[in-house]
Nanobody, 124 residues
Framework: QLQLVESGGGLVQPGGSLTLSCAAS????????IGWFRQAPGKEREGVSC???????NYADSVKGRFSISRDNAKDTVYLQMNSLKPEDTAVYYCAAQINFWGCNYDDKGYAYWGQGTQVTASS
């Protein structure tokens, strides 16, 4: 069993930055790929970024060059550094854990554990 808790969301002006954290508790955190997803009001949930067990990173086209994902297995934590935030980045952000031996992906049905979400709002 793995528990995930997101933090770091908030209100920021367009062009600003936030760093989200996903802290895990339970067993074998380093055995999981971790993904960040977001859901805006009235829209479907979408994958934003993910990081594999070995540290391979993937980004959605909409955030490439602005967001950066990293993991610290010693702290059982994954981070999402978000720069140059845009109003369209406004959403509830979720982290999730996936058993994946070959990398990571955005198939949310493959993620067994989810956090409760944290709100990110980019608005003036």
């Amino acid at each position: 069993q793995l528990q995930l808790v997101e933090s770091g969301g908030g209100l920021v002006q367009p062009g600003g930055s936030l760093t989200l954290s996903c802290a895990a508790s339970g067993v074998a955190f380093n055995a999981y790929a971790i993904g960040w997803f977001r859901q805006a009001p009235g829209k479907e949930r979408e994958g934003v970024s993910c990081i594999s067990r070995s540290g391979e990173k993937n980004y959605a086209d909409s955030v490439k060059g602005r967001f950066s994902i990293s993991r610290d297995n010693a702290k059982d934590t994954v981070y999402l550094q978000m720069n140059s935030l845009k109003p369209e980045d406004t959403a509830v952000y979720y982290c999730a854990a996936q058993i994946n031996f070959w990398g990571c992906n955005y198939d949310d049905k493959g993620y067994a554990y989810w956090g409760q979400g944290t709100q990110v709002t980019a608005s003036s």
